[in-house]
C-alpha cells in the first residue's frame, strides 16, 4: 500500500494519501486548499489517479481543498450524510464502505466534535479526524458539538477496535504524527474519566478561543458544489421530472454513475445501466462501453447519480468525447438524500433496494422531489 501523511504547518492539519498500485487510484482524506498544489505534484510524482476525496468533517480551521481537487482531478467528492455542505458527490453513512482499487475503508459515524464527524478504518488503523487526537480529543463547543455524543463515539466506538490499531488524527499541535488505540487509553489525559459526566464537565471547563479561521472557513467549507447550472446552460441538463418521462424509450439509455453499494442501499432506477463513475473515462473513450453503444445505436445518455455532481462531470466528458446528445439530471434523482433533504414528493422512503428490472416505475415517484 502506498501511504503517505501530509502536514499543514498553518492549520497543524494532517491529510493521508492513501493508494494500492496496480491502476494507481488514489484516496485523499481532509486536504487543504492551500496544499493542493502539493497534493496534485506527489499524485503526479507517484504516478496515481486520484478518484476520491473526503473530509471526516466540516472544517473550522482551514479551508478544504475537496472543490479545488475535484476541479483538478474530476475525483469524487465524499463526506458523510449529516454534513450541511451543499454538494458533495457522495455520502457516506456508518456502517458503509469506502472503497478504491484494493483499498477497503470502513466508515464510522462518530459524532461530537462537530454533529457530522467520521473516522475511517482499514485493518491496522484508524483516521479519527478530529475526534480523537493523540492526547487529546477535537473541541465539542460548535457545530453541534456534544461532548456526551463524543463520548459515546469515543469509548463505545473508537476505544473498542484492537490495542494495536494506529491512530492518525486529523491535526496535531505538539509534533507528534501517530499513536496506537492503547496508548490514548491508557495516557491520553482526557480519557481519564470515570464517568459520561465526568467527561461532560472536562470538555465545559476547556474555554477555548474560536478557531482564527472560522468566521472564514466555515461559510467558505459549506459551499463546495459544482456549479451545475453551468452546465444548464448549455443545454446538457434535465430535472428528474424530465428524466422520469424519459423511462422506458427506445431512444434512451439512463446510466447510474453510483457505486454498488450506493445502488445496494438506496434502490436503483429500473432498466438503467450501471456504470460506476470512477471508470467512466475508459467507458467514454473510442472502444468503451458507453462510446460504442452511443454511436452503434444512436441513442441518447441520461447520466445520474445522487446529487448530480458526478453526473455533471460525466456529461462533460461525454461531450467532450463527442457525444453531442448527451445530458445529465441536474441536481440528481434523488437518491440518497436522507441526509438534511428536501421533503420527498409522496414518502421519503428510498427505491427497492434490490436492483433489477423487476423494480416497479412507480416507487421512483417516492424520491423525486417537489
Not at 463546495?224 to 428528474?240: F, P, S, T, Y
Request: with cysteine.
Amino acid at each position: 500500500m502506498i501511504f503517505r501523511q501530509l502536514f499543514d504547518s498553518t492549520s497543524s492539519t494532517y491529510t493521508y494519501l492513501l493508494a494500492s498500485r496496480h491502476g494507481g487510484e488514489a484516496l485523499i482524506i481532509d486536504p487543504v486548499l492551500d496544499r493542493v498544489d502539493r497534493y496534485l505534484k506527489l499524485i503526479e510524482e507517484l504516478d496515481l489517479r486520484l478518484v476520491k476525496a473526503v473530509d471526516t468533517h466540516l472544517h473550522a480551521d482551514h479551508i478544504t481543498g475537496l472543490g479545488a481537487l475535484r476541479d483538478h482531478t474530476k475525483c469524487i467528492t465524499v463526506m458523510g450524510e449529516q454534513s450541511g455542505v451543499d454538494v458533495v458527490s457522495m455520502r457516506v453513512a456508518d456502517g458503509d464502505r469506502l472503497t478504491i482499487e484494493g483499498i477497503s475503508l470502513g466508515v464510522i459515524y462518530t459524532p461530537g466534535h462537530t454533529d457530522d464527524s467520521y473516522c475511517f478504518t482499514l485493518e491496522d488503523r484508524v483516521f479519527t479526524g478530529d475526534t480523537l487526537l493523540i492526547r487529546g480529543t477535537g473541541r465539542c463547543d460548535f457545530q453541534n458539538g456534544s461532548a456526551r455524543a463524543q463520548y459515546e463515539s469515543i469509548f463505545n466506538r473508537l476505544l473498542r477496535l484492537p490495542d494495536e490499531t494506529l491512530v492518525f488524527p486529523a491535526h496535531d499541535y505538539k509534533g507528534d504524527s501517530v499513536s496506537t488505540i492503547a496508548e490514548e487509553r491508557a495516557h491520553n489525559p482526557r480519557l481519564q474519566v470515570k464517568s459520561v459526566e465526568e467527561y461532560e464537565a472536562l470538555m465545559a471547563g476547556l474555554k477555548l478561543a474560536n478557531p482564527k479561521m472560522m468566521d472564514v472557513a466555515v461559510p467558505a467549507n459549506m459551499r463546495q458544489g459544482l456549479h451545475q447550472e453551468e452546465v444548464a446552460k448549455r443545454g446538457w441538463a434535465v430535472d428528474a421530472r424530465a428524466a422520469q418521462a424519459m423511462l422506458g424509450r427506445r431512444d434512451v439509455v439512463m446510466v447510474d454513475l453510483r457505486e454498488r453499494g450506493e445502488r445496494e442501499r438506496h434502490g436503483c432506477i429500473p432498466g438503467a445501466l450501471h456504470a460506476p463513475y470512477p471508470g467512466l473515462m475508459e467507458s467514454l473513450a473510442p472502444g468503451g462501453m458507453l462510446f460504442e453503444l452511443a454511436h452503434a445505436t444512436g441513442k441518447r445518455l441520461v447520466f445520474f447519480c445522487a446529487f448530480g455532481e458526478r453526473s455533471a462531470m460525466a456529461v462533460q466528458a461525454a461531450q467532450d468525447a463527442g457525444l453531442r446528445d448527451a445530458c445529465h439530471v441536474e441536481g440528481g434523482w434523488g437518491l440518497g438524500r436522507s441526509w438534511r433533504g428536501k421533503a420527498a414528493v409522496g414518502t421519503e422512503q428510498p427505491l427497492p433496494t434490490r436492483c433489477g428490472r423487476s423494480a416497479g416505475v412507480a416507487a421512483i415517484r417516492d424520491v423525486l422531489w417537489t
